[in-house]
C-alpha cells in the first residue's frame, strides 16, 4: 500500500512555459505536484508533467485566491507548499525546509526576494516580504480575493530561516500586462466590497505610492531599479483607482 504524500507542492498557472519549470524543480523533496492551469497555450502543460506533476486544466479563470484553493483541494499531503510560478527556492532552502515540517508548528512563513527586469530589490516594500506558504493540510486555506490572495491559518505561525526568490516583473511588457490585469481584478474587488472613488483619487493614490515605495521605504537605495519600482507601484495604484472610479459611475 502507497503510503501519504508527507509534501504537495501546488503551484496555479496560465502560459508559464518561461519559469514553471525552474520552479517545481527547486523542490526536489515534494512527494506530489499539484498544477492548476488555466488554459495555457505554451508548454506550460507539457513541461509540468515532464516533471511528473499531476496538471488539471480548468475552463474558467475565477480569480488567484479561488484557483489556489482548487489546487489545494487536489493535494493529499501533510504538508503543503504553494508556489507561484514566478517563485522558486534556492538549493540552500531544501534543508531547512524539512526541518521546519519536522517542528510542532501548523505553518511557516519566509522572506521572499524579488527581482524587477533583473535587478535584485532589497527596498521600497518589495523585499524581504514575508508570505505564509508552507502549512500543515487542513489547518489552512486561502481567502477568496480576486488577487492578492493570502492564506489564512487556523493557529500560530513561525518565521522559518530560508527565503523564496521571485522573478516578479520580468519585462517593461510584463509590468505593463501585470498593470492592467491585476489593476481591473482589484478594482473589481474593491467595487464588490462596497468601495467607491471619484476621478480624483487615482492621481493621488498614485503619487502616494510612489512616496512611500521611494522614500519612506527607501527605495532610493536601491537606485534606479527603485525609481523603476516606484513608479510601477504608482502605475498600478493610479490604474486600479481610475478604474474603480469607472464602475462607480456605473
Request: with cysteine; aromatic share 8%; charged share 25%.
Amino acid at each position: 500500500m502507497t503510503s501519504a504524500p508527507r509534501l504537495s507542492l501546488i503551484v496555479i498557472t496560465k502560459n508559464e512555459e518561461a519559469g514553471i519549470g525552474r520552479c517545481l524543480a527547486s523542490v526536489p523533496c515534494a512527494d506530489e505536484i499539484i498544477v492548476v492551469d488555466s488554459g495555457s497555450s505554451d508548454r506550460t502543460v507539457e513541461i509540468a508533467e515532464a516533471l511528473g506533476a499531476r496538471v488539471i486544466v480548468t475552463s474558467d479563470w475565477p480569480g488567484f485566491g479561488p484557483q489556489k484553493a482548487r489546487a489545494l483541494a487536489q493535494a493529499r499531503g501533510e504538508w503543503v507548499l504553494s508556489l507561484d510560478a514566478d517563485e522558486w527556492l534556492d538549493p540552500a532552502a531544501i534543508e531547512p525546509l524539512q526541518a521546519a515540517m519536522a517542528a510542532d508548528a501548523p505553518a511557516w512563513r519566509m522572506s521572499r526576494r524579488s527581482r524587477f527586469c533583473g535587478h535584485v530589490i532589497n527596498h521600497g516594500g518589495w523585499s524581504p516580504d514575508y508570505v505564509t506558504r508552507l502549512f500543515r493540510r487542513g489547518q489552512g486555506r486561502f481567502s477568496d480575493d480576486l488577487v492578492h490572495e493570502r492564506v489564512i491559518i487556523d493557529g500560530a505561525v513561525r518565521t522559518a530561516s530560508f527565503r523564496i526568490e521571485h522573478d516578479s516583473i520580468t519585462s517593461r511588457a510584463d509590468a505593463e500586462d501585470k498593470i492592467v490585469r491585476y489593476a481591473a481584478a482589484a478594482a473589481q474587488q474593491m467595487f464588490s466590497r462596497g468601495k467607491r472613488a471619484g476621478a480624483i483619487q487615482a492621481p493621488l493614490h498614485g503619487w502616494a505610492a510612489f512616496i512611500k515605495t521611494f522614500i519612506l521605504r527607501a527605495g532610493f537605495l536601491d537606485g534606479a531599479a527603485g525609481w523603476d519600482v516606484a513608479d510601477y507601484n504608482r502605475r498600478y495604484a493610479h490604474q486600479k483607482w481610475r478604474r474603480l472610479a469607472e464602475l462607480s459611475r456605473g
